[in-house]
């Protein structure tokens, strides 16, 4: 059973500081991984997607790695905003019961102090 | 705008009564999806459905119930029978196929009172 993992659950950083945030899942066995924001009772916004071929994705001061062989991810936010205090979710989209679906990890929430 | 509409944003329901959450998306694509968040959960798959007049449940289907008559909306109902419906609501959509982006709506929360 594909499980997603997300550490740390919470975050706290200074304004400027570049981080690192981290997804790990059981199966190597995905199609793609996906990286989304969240702000408090809002829905999710998608951030960046990889492709299970692909190494990275970069967007602005994102950038998203996966390593599929180790089950890892990680998302890097450089030179961090106050503005990007939100949760931030990753999700495995994989075959599971015959069907594609999308496995979400249960978020890390970030707070960059001003 | 493209994009996914959940309304109402906040629903309140007695208990003992059904209540049906909207999802419509004009972005033209095939499957929808229905998730739960509850605080410090990952989100848990309801229903989802890969094409018109076809769904499938999700891990935690029981007291939920769903409808895929046109492509476009995906309404779910909160039935009587869901013992503990209060959570926040995510509807998502995709282009069906493999290796393609999900995109949510705003989510309804929904409280019973």
């Known amino acids: 059973k594909q499980e997603v993992t997300q550490i740390p659950a919470a975050l706290s950083v200074p304004e400027g500081e570049n981080l690192v945030l981290n997804c790990s899942f059981t199966?190597?066995?995905?199609?793609?991984l996906q990286w989304f924001r969240q702000d408090p009772g809002k829905g999710l916004t998608s951030l960046l997607l990889?492709?299970?071929?692909?190494r990275e994705q970069t967007s602005g001061r994102l950038n998203a790695s996966l390593d599929k062989s180790s089950g890892r991810s990680t998302l890097y936010i450089a030179a961090s905003q106050p503005g990007d205090s939100a949760t931030y979710l990753c999700?495995?989209?994989?075959?599971?019961?015959?069907?594609?679906?999308?496995?979400f990890g249960t978020g890390t929430r970030l707070k960059v102090l001003a | 705008d493209g994009g996914i509409t959940q309304s109402p944003k906040y629903l309140f329901r007695k208990e003992g009564q059904n209540v049906t959450l909207s999802c419509e998306q004009n972005?033209?694509?095939?499957?929808m999806y229905w998730y739960r968040q509850d605080p410090g959960q990952g989100l848990r798959l309801i229903y989802y459905s890969q094409i018109v007049n076809d769904f499938q449940k999700g891990d935690i289907a029981e007291g939920y119930s769903v409808s895929r008559e046109k492509k476009e909306s995906f309404p779910l109902t909160v039935t009587s029978a869901q013992k503990n419906p209060t959570a926040f609501y995510l509807c998502?959509?995709?282009?069906?196929?493999?290796?393609?982006?999900?995109?949510f709506g705003q989510g309804t929360r929904l409280t019973v009172v």
């Open positions: 998502a959509s995709s282009s069906g196929t493999v290796n393609t982006e999900a995109f």
């Open positions: 199966d190597s066995a995905i199609y793609n």
């Open positions: 972005l033209n694509h095939d499957a």
């Open positions: 999700a495995v989209g994989a075959h599971r019961g015959g069907t594609y679906k999308y496995i």
């Open positions: 990889i492709q299970s071929s692909q």
